[in-house]
């Protein structure tokens, strides 16, 4: 099985801020797989298909950010997913806009979605690709998190998205990590 959560938050107002670069990654991934349609339950909207006879989950939390664990926690244990089949992907302040980075494992780094998972589901041992949204200059955290780029940021953006797709895919149809990162990284 292979469970694929975007962390963002949920509701119009958050659409298509930085924080929310996970949920733009799964709504492109609902595209590319051709899924049309998601399930709310387990405090998550999520869709779950096959590819090459591996059962692939698409997720996005619906417990804003912060509190992003809660649903994964839940999905794990429902589906009974091991850690070793989580991708979570997350944006990133410390990389510049649209830059793409797979880990497999480590701290939180400072992002609440990512240290809730860790908090709820016990281990720092998971994967995550990372999409750059780089750190405000002249504003804080909160507000550059949560509104949109601007015109000519977004292009940056969503090739990042794209790029993150790519390793997505790849990751489902059985790529090891260490090749991802030699690849993508």
């Known amino acids: ?26 709504d492109k991934l609902m595209d590319e797989y051709g899924q049309t349609q998601m399930k709310k339950d387990f405090e998550a909207e999520y869709c779950k298909f096959m590819v090459d006879g591996e059962t692939v989950f698409l997720v996005k939390p619906l417990t804003f950010m912060n509190e992003s664990g809660r649903a994964v926690n839940f999905l794990m244990g429902y589906f009974q997913i091991q850690p070793d089949e989580l991708l979570v992907v997350q944006d990133d302040l410390d990389m510049a806009i649209g830059k793409v980075r797979l880990r ?10 990512i240290k809730s998972i860790i908090s709820c589901i016990g281990t720092k041992d998971f994967s995550r690709i990372k999409i ?32 993150a797709v790519e390793m997505v895919k790849d990751w489902v149809s059985g790529t090891s990590a260490d090749q991802l990162m030699n690849k993508y990284n």
């Open 1 to 26: 099985m292979k469970l694929i959560v975007g962390l963002g938050n949920p509701g119009k107002k958050y659409d298509r801020t930085k924080h929310n670069m996970g949920f733009m990654t799964i």
């Open 104 to 113: 497999t494992k480590g701290s939180a780094g400072g992002h609440n979605g």
């Open 132 to 163: 750059g949204i780089q750190h405000p200059a002249k504003q804080s955290v909160v507000n550059w998190v949560l509104t949109p780029f601007t015109k000519d940021q977004e292009p940056v953006a969503l090739s990042g998205i794209d790029q």
